[in-house]
């Protein structure tokens, strides 16, 4: 049993899908999110500033004293994660492996579709993860740069016409191509699932924020760190706070309850 | 005569679009560029983070003895114009007063629509400006927030369905209402010229950037502060310098000539 809470951050507000989630599974657990939303989008940006930035954000969450940290951002984890988890000695996850594990589960036919950021597919870590667990999927990846503008914007519902047009653009491709699972890469994404899986509608969806806050339990089990005495979640964000609990309650799929403040993170 | 640089600083790339006519109308002047492409957009920030990374890019181009600042950056000069103005004793130049004065030369009828971002929009600052020099003048205002990320990667040539859409959405409310003149009041909007005179092929289209450029001449002028022994432009920017090049000729319409260099910008 261990009180600390876990922390959770994200370029902005997509990792909050992962936080619903990980409300679900762990309602005993506290939480300490922090959402880049003065800095998002990581994703267009390069290697050397998503580094500096995913380094401030785990240096504000380490001063509550968490007991694990989710990185719950595709960017972050595919670019950076090695890098930030060398300077850890508190369990750290990412999105790409519990992503990858479950599309290497979900997959019948072994080909493995990956939508992400500029920086997160042209990283290649979601297909150097799938190939170390199945060397022989076969796997076709696109980046989506207009996806995570989409979502911040509010296109993102089905039948809104742009939504769905920047998707045909993305997905089209997939299209027939032999994909029958498709990891959505980027824990923005699942709020265009309905966009997504109107084009796409027989493939496999997987959310790599839900799929990271289930990997997140067994590693909590396993380390001794699980807790039932809490349930609150603090929310951080670098921006102003003023549209958070109406942006925040679109990704969490309830109203938002609890304390949201605003960080100077370059400070961190 | 003075010798020292021009300084001219945007959120990313847009205010390229205000050094290229720099360039052009005084070619012997030495130019400093910032651009904050580790942080773009800008526009979808509330007031208190633009007005410090507004500030944080301003004291940078101080360190080069700047004689005058240009922010070519719609969002900036919207929000926090007279914030950071209120910091400097050399000129400083937005780009709204400039696009607004032009609007009410040009406009017959007077009725002057304004794009810009949902910063800039919502701040009311180009209403204000223009009723200051034309009290009778209409005006209709629109919040574009995907033509930032929509010109970021590349999506803005006629022919692009996305930018082509997103213009619809945006324009189509200006389709017969009787505006005459359209403000393009964020310096990345230019380069979707193209794409907003086909769906409005009649209206005056006044670019901020290219207006603000212009204005920057007689106040030079009137301060002394004109040269004709210069003509280098330097670039800095706060994401990684790799795809600068490409990226930057397309809004300077001509191959980057000089120095590009990154900077650490939450340092100043």
Chains 1, 2 share one sequence.
Do not use: W
């Amino acid at each position: 049993m261990d009180t600390r809470p876990i922390g959770v951050f994200d370029s902005g507000l997509g990792g909050l899908t992962a936080v619903k989630e990980l409300q679900r599974l762990l309602p005993g657990e506290d939480i300490v999110y922090f959402g880049d939303t003065g800095r998002v989008p990581y994703g267009t940006r390069n290697r050397e500033t998503i580094e500096k930035f995913a380094m401030q954000d785990i240096r504000f969450l380490q001063t509550f004293d968490v007991k694990a940290i989710i990185i719950a951002c595709g960017t972050v984890s595919s670019v950076a994660f090695n890098k930030v988890a060398a300077t850890l000695t508190i369990p750290i996850i990412g999105v790409v492996e519990p992503a990858a594990g479950a599309a290497v589960n979900a997959t019948e036919n072994g080909f493995i579709g990956v939508l992400g950021t500029s920086a997160a597919i042209g990283s290649g870590a979601y297909e150097k993860v799938i190939h170390s667990i199945s060397p022989k999927a076969r796997i076709k990846s696109r980046a989506c740069p207009l996806f995570v503008p989409l979502v911040e914007n509010g296109y993102f519902l089905r039948g809104n016409k742009i939504a769905e047009l920047a998707a045909h653009e993305y997905l089209d491709e997939f299209k027939g191509c032999g994909v029958d699972t498709l990891i959505l890469g980027c824990t923005h994404y699942p709020l265009l699932r309905g966009v997504i899986e109107d084009i796409l509608p027989t493939v496999n969806i997987i959310d790599a924020g839900s799929e990271t806050a289930k990997a997140a339990v067994p590693i909590l089990e396993q380390n001794g760190l699980l807790s039932d005495c809490g349930g609150n979640t603090r929310f951080f964000v670098s921006d102003c706070t003023d549209d958070f609990e109406r942006l925040a309650g679109i990704f969490l799929e309830h109203p938002v309850m609890g304390h949201v403040e605003k960080v100077e993170i370059e400070k961190y």
